[in-house]
T-cell receptor, first 112, second 111 residues
Framework: NAGVTQTPKFRILKIGQSMTLQCTQDMNHNYMYWYRQDPGMGLKLIYYSVGAGITDKGEVPNGYNVSRSTTEDFPLRLELAAPSQTSVYFC???????????FGQGTRLTVV | TQLLEQSPQFLSIQEGENLTVYCNSSSVFSSLQWYRQEPGEGPVLLVTVVTGGEVKKLKRLTFQFGDARKDSSLHITAAQPGDTGLYLCVRNSNSGYALNFGKGTSLLVTP
């Protein structure tokens, strides 16, 4: 029972570098989400997807890009990393509105 | 973005004490979920409340949804160190496609 799997768990980037955070789920969920969580804060939505080929911006999309070529995978791309992107990133999925969301264990990213 | 206000932001109590945390909004919820997040982990669902006035119990945790569906509370009886964590209330956005989180209540229960 893998659920939602995120990789890597930790990463240190230099300013201006790029990277992709991977997220995959094996529950055949249509809805997938990327959140960031800063200290003392709740989770802020970056991007979400309601199905393969469909993505949309959340509350804080600037500096990020996503794609959804398959139901299972929802990678998050950081281009030109900035210190403001230092955060813990969570991927989540669910069947749809008002249903239980399942979260990955998170990726702790530091940009220096 | 529909704001979810959670209070208190931090709570430190001793084992055996009772506590209540609150989640409020100016707009009506279609439903509301409570999650608990332990350090280094992602949030995990505790309960979903849907009907105004609804009360759900999960062992020592009691969840209540306000009659007007604008607020919810979580009451923990005889708190234990294992209850330590960040408690988050969550609702669907107006579009229904995204989950909006409150900032959470960080609970520390000491032996």
């Amino acid at each position: 029972n893998a659920g939602v799997t995120q990789t890597p768990k930790f990463r240190i980037l230099k300013i201006g570098q790029s990277m992709t955070l991977q997220c995959t789920q094996d529950m055949n969920h249509n809805y997938m989400y990327w959140y960031r969580q800063d200290p003392g804060m709740g989770l802020k939505l970056i991007y979400y997807s309601v199905g393969a080929g469909i993505t949309d911006k959340g509350e804080v999309p600037n500096g990020y890009n996503v794609s959804r070529s398959t139901t299972e995978d929802f990678p998050l791309r950081l281009e030109l990393a900035a210190p403001s992107q230092t955060s813990v990133y969570f991927c989540a999925s669910n069947r749809g509105p008002d249903t239980e969301a399942f979260f990955g264990q998170g990726t702790r990213l530091t940009v220096v | 973005t529909q704001l979810l206000e959670q209070s208190p932001q931090f709570l430190s109590i001793q084992e055996g004490e009772n506590l209540t945390v609150y989640c409020n909004s100016s707009s009506v919820f279609s439903s509301l979920q409570w999650y608990r997040q332990e350090p280094g982990e992602g949030p995990v669902l505790l309960v979903t409340v849907v009907t105004g006035g609804e009360v759900k119990k999960l062992k020592r945790l009691t969840f209540q949804f306000g009659d007007a569906r604008k607020d919810s509370s979580l009451h923990i009886t005889a708190a234990q160190p294992g209850d330590t964590g960040l408690y988050l209330c969550v609702r669907n956005s107006n579009s229904g496609y995204a989950l909006n989180f409150g900032k959470g209540t960080s609970l520390l229960v000491t032996p």
